[in-house]
């Protein structure tokens, strides 16, 4: 199992005070990396700092915003050296395209696609001074399937595909892996609204393959993988962790 052993790595996972940003966390500290997590509430990171740490995690906070670029360049260069990137931190907004507001569709991109440039060029600029490193940058179904009333979204997460392998293409010689993770619907504060709605589960449940929602402890293997030497061939790809979903019809 030593191929998939992160001792000794350090890895910083934006959006990381819940959710799936707070399981991967868990999942590469599991698997022996000091991670930092990161959100825009200082307090919620310090009370997710507190459950790793009791779980014998190392743990660092850094509370900044991924849409400002300057407040990006200034927290990366204060943590210094990092083995691992994940960019997670996202948000959905929900409207019919006929109706969605400028201004929503600027911030959604602004979390969802810019931020992933930002974090990600400041991070591997360090990453390719040490001719090594790891970014996995958290894709979605919606980066291949449309859905009404989230076109934008789908947008978003089909351009940080392409951000993926455009990554891939100018960072690979110099020794970096650059993957996708796509994870398919899973129980967070992001679905909540689904998750309280039955006919949206009920139409879930029918549409993908398994059968049911994902838990976030089942991204841990992917992302483990990702971020190990396990995958140090892999480069460009977006793995789908979504019970088959976008396998199916
Ligand atoms: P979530 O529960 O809403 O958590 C989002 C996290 O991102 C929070 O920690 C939030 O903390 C942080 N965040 C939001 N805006 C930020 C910003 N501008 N700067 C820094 N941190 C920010 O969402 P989730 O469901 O875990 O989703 C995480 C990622 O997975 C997203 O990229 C999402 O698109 C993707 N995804 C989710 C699902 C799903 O089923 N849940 C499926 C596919 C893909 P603060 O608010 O304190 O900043």
Known sequence: MGLFDLTGRRALVTGSSQGIGFALAR???????????????????????GVLRAEGIAVEVAAFDVTDHAAVGEAVGRLGVLDVLVNNAGIQRRAPLEDFPEATWHELMRTNLDSVFYVAQAVARGMIARKRGKIINICSV?????????????ASKGAVKMLTKGMCADWARYGLQVNGLGPGYFETELTAALVADPAFSDWLCKRTPAGRWGKVEELAGAAIFLASEASD?????????????????
């Open 142 to 154: 919606q980066s291949e399937l449309g859905r009404p009333s989230i076109a934008p979204y789908a």
């Open 27 to 49: 999942a590469l500290g599991g698997a022996g990396a000091a991670v930092v997590l990161n959100g825009r509430d200082a307090g919620k990171l310090e009370t997710a700092a």
């Open 233 to 249: 061939f892999v480069n460009g790809q977006v793995i789908y962790v979504d019970g088959g979903l976008t396998s199916v019809v």
